[in-house]
Structures are given as structure tokens and as C-alpha cells.
């Protein structure tokens, strides 16, 4: 039986596709079995974060109405081969599906995958409560803003509300130059205030849009800062304990250590 | 003297203090927020542990949460009848 996980956030736009369509890319790296599951009915774009888009044939609510079998509806990805999405519908309203009908869902996928993680949509709505409700455990995905952190406390609290405890966090966007000038909230204001565990920290990356732009998760480009940020979250999930990446450094010389470091097998 | 003396060692506030702290009072806020169905089990469980110490009004109780800039208060309003004389 795998584990199903809600990626969260209440504010839109702070990178939970982006965060999801990573993290699953990463599990499925190391050998898991994966499925992405799109909740954001109506407003679908992992399939396009993932690169996916044009093999779509059957989504989420075809299943959840039985139109076809789960199977059918999977779509493998293009780089990995233990590695699925179960898109959105397009075209219909968040009330197509209840939460019953995607515990159900997410059961089901469960007994064939490792990990099923679940890309939530913005709000609190019904699309939230679709979301979250076959999850055993949630990642809210937060930036250093004050808007993007209050909604992270209200989910938090929401979660709580539907028996879900112990959500972990993920900083998304982090800018060391402005953490450093005190311009930026760091790790540690963010984790003070929120007081949940801390997952992952992601600094802010180009190379995000330009994997987004082609359509392939950044957690696969061994280059990427983002990427290795993606890649200590999925150890963290798997259970290795791995020091955050120090966001005060810039420097060529540091940088250039760092490289050395992971290229000698410390990553 | 002091003021001049700070801003000489650029020790003006930092945005991300004013982050942090703007946040923290609307949290204050944010989280203070019971909802109608909790409001009530408190009002119910609050005549019922009273009830044994005073005769009270219970259609005149009122309970809320006020809020002022800082901080979040539970203020109850509790006509009282008559105090009973032992338990």
C-alpha cells in the first residue's frame, strides 16, 4: 500500500504544479512508482508542467464516472517509466467529483503505486476539500510574502480541522541577495510563525521557467539549484536526513566548491 | 543623539522585520476565529458548569471573541439570577 500526498497551498501562483510535478519526477528517479493526480479541476496544467499535454485522452472525472478504467486514463511519462499522471477535465466544474469519490480514487491508486501526490488548486473551496480528502499526509508549498504565509496558516488550520496533522513545509522562491540585505523573511521568521516541520527550501530559479517552458520538471537537470533543491525534498520524504542548502552563498569560489563536493559523492 | 547615531551603523528597520511583524498580529486575527458550531458547545458547556455555582439567564448570556490591535479576548456576558449558597 503506497502513501498519497496533498500538495497544498491556499495562495495561488506560489508553485505547488510545479512542486508536485518535481517532487513526483523525483520519487520516480529513484525507482518509485508515482502517480501525479491533477485535483485542479477546470484549471488542469500539470499535464503541461509535466509535458504530458498531448497525450491525454481520458482524465479524472472519466474514471470517477467509470467512462473508462483507471488504467486508461493514465498517462505514462515521456523520461520515466514508473512514472503517471491522472489528469484534470478541461471542461467541467469542481462539484463534478466529490470527496468521497476521490478517496475512493486515491485508494485505488494506492494499491498500485508507491506514491500518489496529489497537485491541489488554489482556494479553500470545494476543490481544497477534493484534495486533501484521500490524503494520508500534505506539503504546503509557501514564499517568503507576507499574503503567501498567512494562507499557508490558514490551511494549516483547515488541514487540522479534516484530521490531518503534521503538514511539512516547503519555501518556495527563496532570493538569498534579499535575505541577506533583510529585505526577504528567512527559513527561520517563516518556520517561527508557522511552527510546522520544515521540508525543503527552493531559492529562486530561472532555470523553473525554462524547465517549464520545455516541459520538463528541473529535478532532472543535474545543473539546476531548484533541481537539487527538489532532490534533497524527495530524500527528505524518503526518509534521510539532509541539510538544508545554505542560502547565504553566492560566491563563484563557494559555488564551485559546492560542485566539486557533490561531483566527489557527497550528494 | 541615538536616532543619529543608529542611522549612522544602518541600523533602520529591515522590511522583513515589518514582514514578520505585520504578519504576526493578522495571524492574532486569523486564528482566532471559532466557528458557530464550537461558539455554541462553549456557550452550552459554560451554563452547564455555571449553572451549578448561579441561577443564570442563560437567553441573556452572550459570548464573543473581541478583537483589538494586539491581542484577542473571550468576553462573556453573564446575567446572573441568584447565586446559590453551597454546591
Known sequence: ?267 | MLEWLSRLFGATEQSKDKAKERLRLVLVHDRAVLSPGLLDALREEMIHVLSKYMEIDEKGLEVNLNRSDESVALVANIPVRRVKRKL
Open chain 1, 1 to 267: 500500500m503506497g502513501k498519497s500526498i496533498v500538495v497544498t497551498s491556499g495562495k495561488g501562483g506560489v508553485g505547488k504544479t510545479t512542486a508536485a510535478a518535481n517532487i513526483g519526477t523525483g520519487l520516480a528517479q529513484i525507482g518509485r512508482r508515482v502517480c501525479l493526480v491533477d485535483a485542479d479541476i477546470g484549471l488542469r496544467n500539470l499535464d503541461v508542467v509535466m509535458g504530458l499535454e498531448n497525450r491525454i485522452v481520458y482524465d479524472l472525472i472519466d474514471v470517477v464516472e467509470g467512462n473508462c478504467r483507471i488504467r486508461s486514463a493514465l498517462i505514462k511519462d515521456k523520461r520515466l517509466e514508473n512514472l503517471f499522471l491522472l489528469p484534470a477535465a478541461q471542461t467541467r466544474e469542481k462539484d463534478a467529483v466529490s470527496p468521497e469519490q476521490m478517496q475512493v480514487l486515491i485508494e485505488d491508486l494506492k494499491k498500485e503505486f508507491d506514491y500518489v501526490l496529489v497537485d491541489c488548486p488554489a482556494g479553500i473551496e470545494q476543490g481544497f476539500k477534493n484534495a486533501i480528502a484521500g490524503a494520508d499526509v500534505a506539503i504546503i508549498v509557501t514564499t517568503p510574502e507576507v499574503s503567501a504565509v498567512r494562507d499557508a496558516d490558514r490551511i494549516v488550520g483547515l488541514l487540522e480541522a479534516s484530521e490531518l496533522y503534521d503538514p511539512q513545509l516547503i519555501i518556495n522562491r527563496i532570493r538569498p541577495d534579499m535575505v541577506r540585505k533583510g529585505d526577504m523573511m528567512t527559513t527561520e521568521d517563516i518556520i517561527d510563525i508557522l511552527a510546522i516541520k520544515l521540508l525543503g527550501i527552493v531559492p529562486d530559479d530561472e532555470s523553473i521557467i525554462v524547465s517549464t517552458n520545455r516541459g520538463e520538471p528541473s529535478v532532472l537537470d543535474k545543473k539546476s539549484l531548484s533541481g537539487q533543491a527538489f532532490r534533497n525534498i524527495v530524500r527528505r520524504l524518503e526518509g534521510a536526513s539532509v541539510p538544508f542548502l545554505p542560502i547565504e552563498e553566492r560566491s563563484v569560489v563557494k559555488r564551485l566548491l559546492r560542485m566539486f563536493n557533490n561531483v566527489s559523492g557527497r550528494s
